[in-house]
């Protein structure tokens, strides 16, 4: 099987991108990622180093089932239509850099030198994406001091957050929540 089918069998969603060039560029993306990085498959990175009993596949696939299930709501409720194709490329795409960042056993020189998710923003831009679909990468993480500038962004990092709260949570680590400071919250 080669690499394109592969993918697509780990993260059905991505043939859910409607427009053929988003969804050419969303796969050259995790192609160029899987490549570069230390991963037979990239059902076997994790999406936390020290939490095996999630694979990056595993939290993508999470991701955009959620906010798939956001965006709905949003539509049903509000009556606010937002750009699936868009909303299904941040999400499939928002951890890609982790193929690169972490190698078997560890973090790799890349993880250790480089902010997260920038050398996602890095791959996204030279496939052309939509600076849409770049921002909701780059502004999904705390790590990044970069606010989405769309709503599928916002979706996109609460889910991420969520998610990510979840996994620390069950494993004793601080949330990402302890860092908001709510008394400015109304």
């Not at 993880?111 to 920038?118: F, K, P």
């Amino acid at each position: 099987m080669d690499k394109l089918q592969r993918l697509k069998q780990l993260i059905p969603s991505i043939t859910g991108i409607k427009n053929a060039k988003l969804r050419k560029g969303v796969l050259a993306v995790w192609v160029r990622a899987w490549e570069e990085s230390a991963w037979n498959d990239p059902a076997e990175c994790p999406f936390i180093p020290d939490s095996p009993d999630c694979s990056l596949v595993q939290h993508t696939n999470f991701i955009v089932e959620t906010v798939l299930a956001m965006a709905s709501s949003a539509k049903s409720i509000w009556n606010i239509g937002l750009n699936t194709d868009f909303l299904i490329a941040g999400a499939v795409l928002h951890d890609v850099s982790k193929l690169v960042e972490f190698a078997p056993g560890a973090v790799s020189e890349i993880g250790e030198n480089l902010v997260h998710a920038s050398y996602g923003v890095h791959l996204a831009l030279n496939a052309g994406l939509p600076l849409q679909v770049v921002n909701m990468i780059g502004a999904h993480t705390p790590q990044v001091y970069l606010l989405p500038k769309s709503p599928e962004g916002v979706l996109l990092c609460y889910a991420d957050y969520a998610a990510a709260d979840i996994f620390h949570l069950l494993h004793g680590k601080s949330l990402l929540l302890s860092s908001v400071d709510f008394r400015f919250v109304r």
